[in-house]
């Protein structure tokens, strides 16, 4: 059976960029509904969040491709509002902050894996087999004298 998660327990890239753009457009769609066409900010920091979140989960490429289309939607849909993308100041603040925030997710992530990996126990104990009682003379001549009928001793 084929996992969507790699030995490290990040996500696929190939499955980590679509979640992330479905993840993208909702925070977006999310805070254009909330008045954030108004305050471009607003929309910054939901998509920040997401980029955030999913590049602890995922590798580079994937937070890379996100963090672009997070752009892509805050430059169109909300610096410009046409839908075109604006190259302006504002749009490269967006960038600058959305790239921060993909590498912070990055080093958060790596930091999260190495501490649940140093925690993890590499080797298996091993467990002695059980010991064998040491037999005893009188014990074993009591117990066939008993198994007998006759009294021990």
């Given at each position: 059976?084929r996992t ?109 894996r190495f ?39």
């Amino acid at each position: 059976m084929r996992t969507r998660t790699l030995p490290d327990g990040r996500l696929d890239g190939g499955f980590a960029f679509p979640l992330g753009c479905v993840a993208v457009v909702t925070a977006a769609t999310a805070a254009g509904l909330s008045g954030a066409a108004a305050r471009p900010g607003y929309a910054l920091f939901a998509l920040v969040l997401v980029v955030l979140a999913l590049s602890a989960y995922t590798g580079p490429a994937a937070a890379l491709g996100v963090t672009a289309v997070a752009w892509a939607v805050q430059s169109g849909f909300f610096v410009g509002r046409a839908g075109q993308l604006v190259f302006d100041a504002e749009s490269a603040r967006a960038a600058l902050v959305l790239a921060a925030g993909g590498l912070t997710g990055l080093a958060l992530g790596a930091v999260f894996r190495f501490v649940r990996a140093a925690g993890q126990v590499t080797e298996i104990p091993e467990i002695p087999a059980p010991r064998r009682p040491v037999p005893d003379p009188a014990r074993r001549a009591a117990t066939a004298a008993s198994m007998r009928g006759r009294p021990a001793g």
